[in-house]
């Protein structure tokens, strides 16, 4: 069986080496951190026993996939009533609006937007019937 190849203050590993080799990112985590390890240059080989890896890796932080580095979006916290920029749409657009759920006022923009702003905070959404819908419709047009 194969020894460790690490050399733990001053004195050679005598427990037998497993499947784990002695990274990059270890070294410079033992060496970051002074630690009184060093690989044996002699032994040939940069594998290192349990006792070792555990000690290393409760002092190098794991690894956080490349995915998972770039910088996710924190969705806003929700609030009641749903958040729309309806002050952006045109009069026309709000007209469509109010005609496709058949709203009864009608007047001024300000008084459409009121209105759909109003009939939108209004709607209420379940969210497992939409994703079960979603899902279903995304089967059948890929079928």
Do not use: W
Request: proline content about 4%.
């Amino acid at each position: 069986m194969t020894l460790c190849c690490l050399i733990d203050h001053g004195v050679r590993c005598t427990l037998d080496a497993t499947h784990t080799s002695l990274t990059k990112k270890m070294k410079r985590g033992v060496q970051t951190r002074k630690l009184e390890i060093e690989p044996d240059e002699s032994c040939g080989h940069e594998l290192i026993c349990d006792d070792h890896r555990r000690y290393i890796a409760t002092l190098i932080p794991a690894s956080v996939p490349s995915r998972d580095r770039r910088k996710r979006r924190v969705a806003p916290p929700e609030s009641e009533h749903p958040q729309a920029n309806f002050h952006a749409l045109s009069a026309a657009t709000l007209k469509r609006y109010k005609r496709h759920f058949k709203l009864d006022e009608a007047g001024s923009k300000q008084e459409l937007l009121q209105a759909v702003l109003r009939h939108f905070t209004q709607q209420s959404v379940t969210e497992m019937d939409t994703i079960i819908t979603f899902a279903q419709t995304v089967r059948s047009i890929n079928g």
